[in-house]
């Protein structure tokens, strides 16, 4: 893992293999951000000049390398766009930060050493850059370098080993604070993206019960695991009927974090389908490589548990990952099969590969039994969600407007894009069975709300609840931007982890 450390050396005297300073769009051309003056100086003052000479325009997601001057103990200057300049009193914006300092790392691979010269105007920006920092050094190379008698397992992919972040204050209790803070979440980040990256072969629901258990007891955090005989037992209809078809049978992990200071209770649950083909229902042949990441709810869910065990926050969190594997086979579900959910209710299958609502609606009900403040369920749910707000803002649909509220300015607040979604109530009637209390399927159009609708029915009355379809933004296929990287991306960890510390502190908006 990468290694972050609060550098009290300048810039001027830092050893690294490179300096990272922050280029803005003025109102006349390329200006240097704050915390790149003794560089400049470096550079006789002509650090912004030599940037617009080799094209730099200061644009976001811009990035230009200069050879280091004889002044500075690095061989080479990265300067990172930031967009345009903040206004006189205003502040630079933290996700701008957070993808500059992230696009910086991402350059920055096959490196040991790197200090950060950017604005650190308070301590969110030094959590935005730190964090920016060390999600940008990922890579999963986990499976690389495999070649019998092959020494550099993936060396050449490793990410940036060390972060110095240049201009913080080491002994300021704040900038201290925000540091660690950023350590956890973006290690967390980078496990949940682990998770989603890791192949279906060998991440499997047993597999996936394996990795919790082992951190929980690591941690100090309560873990309990259902397998495919408890699941009978308790009735969980809905799991056993999703992993019915599959040689790797389903599990319900309950991973249980709790302070004696805690006043509030929060319940976490993740979709955890470790590989989604449709079932009998079999998804069309192309691209369906990228359905190892259906589980990437319940890796969220995990790892923000995680997180918030390791931060200590004075609030309990309970986090419930269901999963499954989607398979065809000659157990598996057939459309037209009636399941009997952990509630009682009963369920026409009407399409296998609408999976997710039923493995969640079992584990909703069940961490509704304990009664908790407020249930956020974390899916990625639907083809119909990525149709309406594309590949990188997930939905957040509630059964109170307050909560749905506070939910998406969380997430604006830790830069992850979200946008509020309705649960109509008329779309109720789509999901009416003829054989069963309510079918998987409803009606086509507005697909992502249906989802929402049929999991509503599984949240015990009275009970606050959110559900995050994230089936845009937690794969990504395209080229790497800012701090995120192909593939998994960890989506909702900083959501959830940051709606843990507000309802901690009482502050949910
Ligand atoms: N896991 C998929 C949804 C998905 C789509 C996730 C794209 C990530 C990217 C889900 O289980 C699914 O197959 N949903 C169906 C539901 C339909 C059959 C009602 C869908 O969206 O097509
Ligand atoms: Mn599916
Ligand atoms: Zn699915």
């Not at 280029?23 to 003056?37: D, I, N, Q, R, W």
């Not at 201009?167 to 604070?177: C, M």
Request: net charge negative; charged share 20%; hydrophobic share 45%.
């Amino acid at each position: 893992m990468t290694a972050l450390t609060l550098s009290t050396a300048g810039p001027a005297s830092l050893r690294a293999d490179a300096l990272v300073v922050g280029a803005a769009k003025g109102a006349k051309g390329v200006v240097l951000a704050p915390g790149a003056e003794a560089v400049d100086e470096a550079f006789d003052g002509r650090l912004a000049a030599v940037l617009e000479a080799l094209g730099a325009t200061g644009g976001d997601g811009e990035l230009t390398k200069v050879p280091a001057p004889a002044g500075l103990k690095v061989p080479v200057v990265l300067a990172v766009g930031l967009g345009s300049a903040p206004e006189e009193d205003g502040s630079w914006d933290e996700d701008v930060l957070r993808r500059a300092a992230g696009t910086a790392a991402r350059a920055l691979t096959g490196s040991k050493k790197a200090g950060f010269a950017l604005p650190l105007e308070d301590a969110s920006a030094v959590t935005a850059v730190a964090e920016g920092a060390l999600l940008g050094a990922y890579a999963f190379t986990a499976y690389q370098g495999g070649a019998k008698g092959a020494k550099d397992k993936g060396a050449a992919k490793q990410p940036l080993a060390e972060v110095a972040l240049l201009g913080a204050k080491p002994r300021d209790k704040a900038h201290k604070a925000a540091a660690e803070r950023a350590k956890v979440v973006a290690r967390e980040v980078n496990i949940a993206r682990d998770l989603v990256n890791t192949p279906p072969n060998d991440l499997t629901p047993e597999a996936f019960a394996a990795v919790a258990s082992a951190t929980a007891k690591e941690i100090g955090v309560k873990v309990q695991v259902l397998d495919e005989k408890a699941l009978v037992k308790g009735g969980y209809g809905g799991i056993l009927g999703v992993g019915a078809g599959s040689v790797n049978p389903p599990r319900l992990v309950k991973i249980a974090y709790t302070h004696p200071k805690a006043e509030k209770h929060l319940a976490f649950v993740g979709k955890g389908i470790t590989y989604d083909s449709g079932g009998i229902s079999l998804k069309p042949a192309g691209h369906n490589e990228t359905m190892k990441c259906d589980m990437a709810g319940a890796a969220a869910v995990f790892a923000s548990v995680v997180a918030v065990a390791r931060m200590g926050l004075p609030v309990n969190v309970t986090g419930w990952l269901a999963l499954a594997e989607n398979m065809p086979s000659g157990n598996a579900t057939r459309p037209g099969d009636v399941l009997r959910m952990y509630n009682g209710k009963t369920v026409e299958v009407l399409n296998t590969d609408a999976e997710g609502r039923l493995v969640l609606g079992d584990a909703l009900t069940r961490a509704s039994e304990e009664e908790p403040d407020a249930i956020v369920d974390v899916a990625t749910l639907t083809g119909a969600m990525v149709m309406a707000l594309g590949n990188r803002t997930f939905g957040v649909m509630a059964n109170d407007d307050a909560f749905r509220t506070s939910i998406h300015e969380i997430a604006e607040e830790v830069g992850e894009a979200s946008w509020p979604m309705p649960l109509p109530a008329d779309l109720r009637k789509g999901l009416d069975s003829p054989t069963a209390d309510l079918a998987n399927m409803g009606e086509r159009m507005g697909g992502g709300l249906v989802a929402g609708v049929f999991l509503q029915e599984f949240v015990t009355e009275g009970i606050t609840w959110a559900h995050l379809d994230i089936a845009g933004p937690a794969f990504h296929e395209g080229a790497p931007y800012g701090y995120t990287p192909k593939g998994g991306t960890g989506s909702a960890v900083r959501t959830l982890v940051r709606l843990a510390e507000r309802t901690a502190t009482g502050d949910l908006g």
